[in-house]
Nanobody, 120 residues
Framework: QVQLVESGGGLVQPGGSLRLSCPAS????????MGWYRQAPGKQRESVAVITSGGSTNYADSVKGRFTISIDNAKNTVYLQMNSLKPEDTAVYYC??????????????WGQGTQVTVSS
């Protein structure tokens, strides 16, 4: 099994910044990509940003220019730097990892989520 634990969420004022972290641990042979998703109350989970192990990135239009995703391959950790936060960024943020496990199975794992609240 592979475990992912998000951290860094919290309450921040509009215009503020937060940095989310998510290390992956366990039966990992390799990682294809890691990503951040979010789910606001009453809405479907949506992709925020994805990064491959090679560093290619993709962002939702709503966060381009404000959020930056990065990956530390040596630590199997993905980060999300969030700047110029808006109230509409309020959601539970989840990370995931598209992995090859030590059993050579390609599997996507998810973390439990961390709450981000943007409010004055």
């Amino acid at each position: 099994q592979v475990q992912l634990v998000e951290s860094g969420g919290g309450l921040v004022q509009p215009g503020g910044s937060l940095r989310l972290s998510c290390p992956a641990s366990g039966s990992i042979f390799s990682i294809y990509a890691m990503g951040w998703y979010r789910q606001a109350p009453g809405k479907q989970r949506e992709s925020v940003a994805v990064i491959t192990s090679g560093g290619s990135t993709n962002y939702a239009d709503s966060v381009k220019g404000r959020f930056t995703i990065s990956i530390d391959n040596a630590k199997n950790t993905v980060y999300l730097q969030m700047n110029s936060l808006k109230p509409e960024d309020t959601a539970v943020y989840y990370c995931n990892a598209d992995t090859i496990t030590t059993g050579r199975a390609r599997t996507v794992f998810w973390g439990q989520g961390t709450q981000v609240t943007v409010s004055s």
